[in-house]
Every structure is written in C-alpha cells, then in structure tokens.
Nanobody, 125 residues
C-alpha cells in the first residue's frame, strides 16, 4: 500500500517563504510523477508543481513559476516544495500526490491515485 505524507506548511506574512515535504512509501518511487496541488475554499484544485523522479525534471503551474521550486531526494523517497515570495492568494490546502508512471506529461489533467492528507498554508497580507 502506498502512503503519502506531507509535512511543513504553516502561516507566514506576504513576501515570506515556507517549505513543504512529502514522503512516499513504495518501491515505485524511482519512476513516478510526484505532484503538488492546492485547493482554496470555494476554488477548484490547482496544479502547483510536478517532478518526474527518474529524470529529475520539473514542471510548474503558471501562477507559481519563478517563485516555487520542486525538488527531490531519491535516497529518502521525499519530494520538497520550496515556496518563496508568498502572497495571500497562495493560501490553500496543499496536497502531495503520486502517479506511478514514466512521465509527468500533462500532469495537471492526469489522475493521481495516491494522495496525502493535505497541509494548510496561510499567507497574511
């Protein structure tokens, strides 16, 4: 059984930084698309960033490009999301998800079968 567990998050003022971590269990980690998504109250879920672990290639949602960085540590089966220059509109529940596959192509529209419980990020103005 795959487990996805997020940590980090919290509250910060606008312009500040936060970091999220996501630990994934399972033997498939070496070839998996790992995604970070977020959902604010009353809004649809939004793709934030994704990384294909085998090639260490990252892609980003338009709203976070240049501010957020996704990375990984294969030895720890862990994916990170470094969030800089945070704004109030970044406030949301953030979720980590895993899609065992050989690409992150079209990741924002592909199904991810395994999800973490979510973690709150709050940015005050």
């Amino acid at each position: 059984q795959v487990q996805v567990v997020e940590s980090g998050g919290g509250s910060v003022e606008a312009g500040g930084s936060l970091a999220l971590s996501c630990v994934v269990s399972g033997d498939f980690y070496t070839s998996v698309c790992m995604g970070w998504f977020r959902q604010a109250p009353g809004k649809e879920r939004e793709g934030v960033a994704a990384i294909y672990t085998w090639e260490d290639t990252a892609t980003y949602g338009d709203s976070v490009k240049g501010r957020f960085t996704i990375s990984q540590d294969n030895a720890k089966n862990t994916v990170y999301l470094q969030m800089n220059s945070l704004q109030p509109e970044d406030t949301a529940m953030y979720y980590c998800a895993a899609r065992p596959w050989n690409t992150c192509y079209d990741w924002e529209r592909q199904p991810f079968p395994d999800w973490g419980q979510g973690i709150q990020v709050t940015v005050s103005s």
